[in-house]
């Protein structure tokens, strides 16, 4: 089947004022880091620069640690619950006030499908300052006694997949418990995060309330390790979530760790093949693959293996692969070099070792970060793409004859983060939920989020849980 050409329908970038340098967000104002070093960052479709920012150090980030714990003791904390409210409302419909410009900065800084920032990324974000304003006056009631207390400065380091979801995911929740936050935005994805800076200023919040600090891996080095914190929040890979962990264990910091996954999406014969691919397509290319909880193991039984399989590769090639700005786009930029270079170096070794790979018919533009939506099939257990974690739109396919067998597979993974189970069968679906080791199983669907639901694994996944009432108490003291 041909596969229908669109005219194409690009987001206009106008709408977006990108600065030439950005400074560090700190006790309310911009300003310049004490050593003067910055960094560039890019557009990882075109690879443009987009500008310069600066590049905190730790006499930089001592300041922000300083000034966050300034307004924590003299005017956050004092502050009544519903008064704190008041200023995650404001943010909340500010956000949504300038939701097309964030949209626009996120495709152009992140690389991923306009369609995905305007319709998912933004809309969250609003939606968990708004739910969260809610708590800010209820914390009582959230089952941590009568009088829960706030833990004090938070530190947070959030990942470059979703900048600015990230960002709300961490910020929300520790504002309204009454916590002030030094905060590390990914070095590739720091322009939404200091567009919230702007945010900030623009509802008036009090000054030390937020700050952000940019900067690569010693900036985040140095924001975890400073011993003025109260609370460190990480969401990136397993490797540095270990020496965050290790770096927090002789300290009084608490700490909430969001690693990496590598999740199993379970495909029974009973199951609506193509309703099971719409979320096979959905758990493994949305944003490229770039979802700590991507369902990139496909287990499918073997009685309907190559009906699945089949329609799979059909759906595939409509997928439409190009510019994030366009609102056709099903599959944008891969966010950096670097990461195309792991995706690259897994794929070739997953051939190596005798897997089947296949892609759909896919033109690659010339400049930027690209890779096409990838199925491996024949794959086993000992594969490394069936272990390790590739963050990109690889899909490894297993299959499996009984039910204790797809639980077996799908718990042998050294992580726990999510899972998704495909069938009709009810009791099925809750006989697995309650075995599988993941901390979010979906039945019949993938990726869904909302701010009430806690989200977060098991074993090498991390530990502690964001949004809903089970996501405040990592910002309280109990």
């Not at 909430?256 to 979320?279: R, S």
């Not at 990461?339 to 533009?365: F, K, T």
Request: a negative charge.
């Amino acid at each position: 089947m041909a596969k229908f050409e669109y005219a194409p329908a690009p987001e206009s970038r106008a709408i977006v004022s990108l600065r030439e340098s950005y400074g560090l967000f700190i006790d309310g104002e911009f300003g310049p880091g004490v050593d003067g070093r910055a960094f560039k960052t890019i557009s990882p479709a075109t690879e443009e620069v987009l500008a310069e920012v600066t590049e905190a150090g730790p006499a930089d980030v001592d300041r922000a640690v300083t000034a966050a714990r300034k307004a924590y003791q003299h005017t956050w904390s004092q502050l009544p619950g519903r008064e704190r409210a008041k200023y995650l409302f404001r943010i909340a419909r500010i956000v949504q006030e300038r939701a097309r410009e964030l949209a626009v900065l996120e495709s152009l800084d992140n690389g991923k499908p306009i369609r995905e920032s305007r319709d998912v990324d933004i809309p969250l974000v609003a939606a968990h300052f708004f739910y969260h304003a809610g708590w800010a006056d209820k914390l009582e009631y959230a089952g941590y006694g009568p009088a829960p207390r706030p833990l004090g400065v938070a530190g947070q380091v959030i990942p470059w997949n979703f900048p600015l979801l990230m960002l709300a995911w961490k910020i929300a929740p520790a504002l309204a418990c009454g916590n002030t936050v030094v905060l590390k935005p990914a070095e590739t994805t720091p322009l939404t995060a200091l567009t919230f800076a702007e945010i900030c200023q623009q509802a008036d919040l009090p000054p030390g309330v937020v700050n952000i600090v940019t900067g690569a891996g010693e900036t985040g080095r140095a924001l975890v390790e400073h011993p003025g914190l109260d609370k460190v929040a990480f969401t990136g890979s397993t490797e540095v979530g270990r020496e965050i962990a290790r770096a927090c264990a002789s300290t009084r910091k608490k700490v909430t760790l969001e690693l990496g996954g590598k999740a199993a999406n379970i495909v029974f014969e009973d199951a609506p093949v193509d309703q099971a691919v719409e979320g096979i397509v959905n758990g493994i290319f949305f944003n490229q693959g770039h979802v700590c909880c991507a369902g990139s193991r496909l287990l499918v039984q073997e009685s309907v293996y190559p009906e699945v399989i089949a329609s799979l590769r059909r759906r595939l090639a409509t997928l439409r692969l190009g510019d994030p700005l366009d609102k056709n786009t099903d599959v944008g930029a891969i966010n950096s070099a670097a990461q195309l270079a792991r995706i690259r170096e897994l794929s070739e070794v997953g051939e190596a070792e005798g897997a089947e790979r296949w892609s759909p018919p896919c033109e690659l533009p010339v400049k930027g970060f690209w890779f096409p939506p990838t199925v491996f099939t024949g794959v086993s257990q000992a594969h490394r793409i069936a272990r390790e974690e590739i963050f990109g739109p690889v899909l490894s396919v297993l299959t499996f004859r009984t039910p204790a067998e797809a639980l077996e597979k799908a718990n042998n993974t050294p992580y726990g983060l999510s899972a998704g189970v495909w069938t009709e069968k009810g009791s099925l679906i809750l006989w697995m939920a309650s075995r599988l080791r993941a901390g979010v199983v979906w039945a019949n669907t993938f990726n869904k989020f909302d701010p009430a639901s806690p989200f977060g694994g098991y074993k090498e996944s991390g530990y502690g849980r964001e949004g809903g009432r089970h996501g405040l108490e990592a910002y309280l003291d109990v």
